[in-house]
């Protein structure tokens, strides 16, 4: 008998017909005697209708009303499921994420869990029930409802799974696992048998929206055995493996283990910025100050020596709010400078741990890029990964050219 956490996502509770499959799922693990704690998703294209309602009604509504709403997409869906389960003679109880226990901070529409109380859970499991859970929310110390930031269900799950120290956390989604990029936007991607959790971290960070970051971040420090799996065939998925399970067999490593990308950003640009000490942080202090989180800066070395070129890219949602507080705060306050904004830029990122001990990845990825015409505006590594700013209309062309070049296409071998 295992303790499993078995996370669903939107399009796995998409209708009737979806909810009453997973309970059917649910409902042979139980037969084979697991003890079960489930977690679901709002139905699919639920949390974008809600917020969409939301900006019909104010365009700047204030975090905690955006928490109040998207928050009942998941209530929808613990609900139903719990009486798909019932109707099949299983005994089940549903809570909202308050009720469960799950403490977060206060920073809304992205809080961090702190805690969680599964006391109740552990009541249920022991009088032979499934707990059906709320994915994406928690409660602050005020009794605010909060939420985890998009995709958060996933994390609500590895949380509970590491919390009641489950044998498995499985994420059941609409791929059959972690393929080397995007299935749908390369039909040439694979699946992978198994991925480092450092990988995974990075793919996840870049773009990859199978797994949210901060599930990927709770898995690998509280050691949770975390598994993606289809909701909708058979077949043993992708297992996130700790980073030193891998160090074996790591010269068979593959240079590049996956290709993420991510249209979800947008850049700006500081012309003529003062060349002198101290202008950067001047640039990015009050940004940080609003709660905006950059992700690449460049700064240009001074052609004149007097003044130089200030780049960064933040997230689409910030884009306004950035370009608002560099033109009436940071601009007039550095006394010179001209913005540039450009939100149609897609970032493009290679992944793998096996990029450590080569040279060339990057020579590689730039060659490949111009062989195609697209043209890199900006460039960031790590000791993992290389990212490239290019332009938006050109993002699927780089990925599957980079997927074919670096040998992860099926049955492929990797270009000179
Ligand atoms: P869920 O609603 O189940 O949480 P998501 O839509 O959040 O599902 O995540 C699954 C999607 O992630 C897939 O449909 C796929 O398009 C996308 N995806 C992006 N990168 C990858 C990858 N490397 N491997 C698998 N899926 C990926
Ligand atoms: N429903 C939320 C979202 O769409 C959380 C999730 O699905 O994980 O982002
Ligand atoms: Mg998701």
Redesign the pocket.
Known sequence: MALYVQ??????VGSVERIKAVAEKVKRFRDEGHQIVVVV?AM?GETNRLIELAGQINDEPTPREMDMLVSTGEQVTISLLAMALHKLGVAATSYTGAQVGIQTDSAHTKARIQRIDTEDVRQDLDDGQVAVVAGFQGVDEEGNITTLG??G??TTGVALAAALKADECQ?????D?????????CSR?Q??EKITVEEMLE?ASL??????IRAVEFAGKYNVPLR?LS?FEEGPG?LIVADSDEEEDSMEEPLIS????TANEAKLTLLNTPDVPGVASRILGPIADANIEVDMIVQNVAPTGNYTDFTFTVNKSDFKQTQRILENDIIPSLGEGELRADDNIAKVSLVGVGMRSHAGVASKMFRVLADENINIRMVSTSEIKISVVIDEKQMELAVRALHKAFGLDKDSVESE
Request: aromatic share 10%.
């Open positions: 996370k669903f996502g939107g399009t796995s998703s699919s998009r995709g269900s996933d994420i059941y989604t609409d791929v696992g972690v393929y080397t990029t995007d299935p749908r936007v991607a699946r992978l793919l773009g990859s929206k199978v797994l949210q993606v909701s992708t996956g290709i993420a990308f």
